[in-house]
């Protein structure tokens, strides 16, 4: 695990998780889970059996154990999958979700993404649970990624943390002769504020590498300068270096 100070606010990568302890408060942030994904390919004609929600758990449970005392959990934006509606495994893997964490933290904070339109009416079944469009602590500012608000420019936020990008970095062995793509955190600056992209905790697709593809962030971000930082075994994160100086 790799660490930084940003002021009286510290960060730990944590597998696909980022640990940010301001305001006295430790808080779990953890990127696009995309909940319901099977059944919404199941309805398209691609069946695939449902095993990501006890996978996630297992994931889930290896993070907490790892991370000590909670007292709030992020979850960055597409929680569910589905745009339009609410299909029966989003309901019951969201609940079910919610139960799970409420034994680590004392409050849940979803920030809408673009997927979670119809998400307020499973979130209300749970009193621990809210929904923002943004979260902003002391200096700490939590977004999906879709949408600007103006709030976030305010001075005393110094740092983003957002989702809905997916990152990932392609990387070849020394002949080139295999490739692979692995999630990673995209760390740097944009205007006057430190940015975090944080990786998606969906599993079933890795994510997209920002030199091929456009992230569909809102602000147009230039990542040639940003670090990566990529999610290894075992919770670890590695830093590769810039951006810009990697090769496929």
Request: hydrophobic share 40%.
């Amino acid at each position: 695990m790799s660490y930084l100070t940003e002021l009286i606010m510290k960060l730990n990568y944590l597998g696909k998780t980022l640990l940010v302890e301001v305001a006295g408060r430790k808080i779990l942030v953890v990127g696009d889970l995309h909940l319901g994904y099977e059944e919404s390919l199941n309805l398209g004609g691609i069946y695939i059996s449902k095993k990501m929600f006890d996978e996630m758990i297992e994931e889930f449970d290896k993070i907490l154990e790892n991370a000590g005392k909670i007292d709030e959990i992020v979850l960055l934006g597409d929680v569910k999958h589905e745009f339009g509606r609410v299909l029966r495994q989003e309901w019951n893997d969201v609940l079910k979700l919610f139960d799970y964490l409420k034994k680590y933290c004392r409050k849940v904070i979803v920030i809408r993404g673009n997927h979670d339109k119809l998400i307020d009416s499973i979130i209300s079944k749970r009193d621990f649970a809210y929904v923002k469009d943004n979260y902003c602590v002391e200096s700490a500012c939590f977004l999906h990624g879709d949408k600007d608000f103006q709030e976030i420019y305010n001075k005393e936020i110094k740092i983003w943390i957002i989702g809905h990008g997916h990152p990932a970095i392609k990387l070849s062995d020394p002949k080139g002769a295999k490739i692979e793509k692995y999630k990673c955190f995209l760390e740097g600056k944009y205007k006057d504020k430190k940015v975090i992209v944080v990786p998606s905790f969906f599993s079933y697709n890795v994510g997209s590498d920002p030199r091929e593809n456009d992230l569909g962030i809102i602000w147009k971000i230039k990542f040639d300068k940003f670090k990566v930082k990529i999610v290894g075994e075992n919770l670890e994160v590695f830093d590769f270096g810039v951006l810009g100086k990697l090769k496929i």
